[in-house]
């Protein structure tokens, strides 16, 4: 499955570079894009060569959510288990997201609906092209936020704008995004790459166990109390604290060079 042509995949500078790839269907998941991407992130993972992953999407949008073209009711039958799908599908995958101890960088490059726009929201970084907007389509069709959106969306906005958000489906434009603190930034569609290339080369590059660690603590804070928060700190900080990459932080200020960090 690593190898299907609907995640294309390489790696390089420890940046494992994802790219959602039906654009012909603006990256809408199918079952193949699915398992792909997840296998994908099994690697990031596993493989200790990847220190950071950057996901996008091929042609003008980034994705439009699940293909509802696996869901055409004109087919006949009974109406689909959805709860399933998200189970078997959407939710791994999200849930791997959030747990990879390792940057995810997310560089949105058009359309991001549905699904593919809380796929997004739940990777570490997120960049969008000026042009590309963020869509919660569900209720157009008579869905709710999945993907993680409405934990997100509230979150990060609160009751007012993820209510909006979510029971109007109107476009959100990636400067608003930016601007309400839904996403790191917008910038110029022509540097999008670029930027978002060379952020997830310098994360790559950097201290990844302390990393990780960040990505976990931040991830924990909302959730608990200011006192729980300064033992997990505490733990953090005692792990990343017998690392070589610590060590060699401490050794290169003292020595006025920069950093070699080899992610140990
Ligand atoms: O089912 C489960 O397992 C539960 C999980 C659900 C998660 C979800 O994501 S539900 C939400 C699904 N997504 C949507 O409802 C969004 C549908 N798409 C749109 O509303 C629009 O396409 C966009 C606003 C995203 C973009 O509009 P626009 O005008 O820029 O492009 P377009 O012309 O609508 O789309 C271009 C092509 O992509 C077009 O194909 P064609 O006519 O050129 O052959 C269109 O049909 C196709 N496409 C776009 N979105 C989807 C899609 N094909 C299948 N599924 C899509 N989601």
């Known amino acids: ?19 959602l790839n039906r654009p012909e269907k603006l990256n809408a998941f199918n079952e193949d894009m699915h398992r792909a991407l997840r296998s994908q992130l099994d690697r990031a ?3 200790a060569a990847v220190r950071a992953v950057l996901l996008t999407g091929a042609g003008r949008g980034f994705s439009a959510g699940q293909d509802l073209g696996d869901r055409d009711p004109r087919r006949g039958g009974p109406p689909p288990d959805l ?32 699904a593919g726009a809380n796929i997004a ?52 434009p990636a400067d ?6 839904l996403i790191w930034k917008a910038v110029e569609d ?27 603590l931040i991830q924990a804070a909302s959730g608990g109390s200011f006192d729980a928060q300064l033992d997990l700190e505490r733990n953090a900080q005692r792990r990343a604290g017998q690392s070589a990459d610590y060590a060699e932080g401490v050794a290169a200020f003292l020595e006025k060079r920069a950093p070699v960090f080899r992610g140990q």
């Open 190 to 216: 022509e540097a999008l790459m670029d930027e978002a290339t060379a952020l997830a080369e310098r994360l790559a590059a950097g201290a990844t166990l302390g990393l990780g660690l960040t990505k976990r």
């Open 45 to 47: 993972h596993e493989d």
């Open 176 to 181: 608003t995004a930016a601007e309400w603190g």
């Open 1 to 19: 499955m690593a190898d299907s042509h609907s995640v294309l995949a390489t790696l390089d500078r420890g940046v494992l570079r994802l790219v």
């Open 83 to 114: 709860g399933h799908t998200l189970e078997t599908f959407y939710n791994p995958t999200l849930r791997r997201l959030r747990s990879l101890e390792k940057p995810v960088i997310c560089a949105v490059n058009g359309v991001a609906a549905g």
């Open 121 to 172: 929201l739940a990777c570490d970084i997120v960049l969008a092209a000026r042009s590309a907007r963020f869509i919660q389509a569900f209720s157009k069709i008579g869905l709710v936020p999945d993907a993680g959106g409405s934990w997100s969306l509230t979150r990060i906005l609160g009751e007012p704008r993820a209510k909006a958000l979510a029971m109007t489906a109107e476009p959100l």
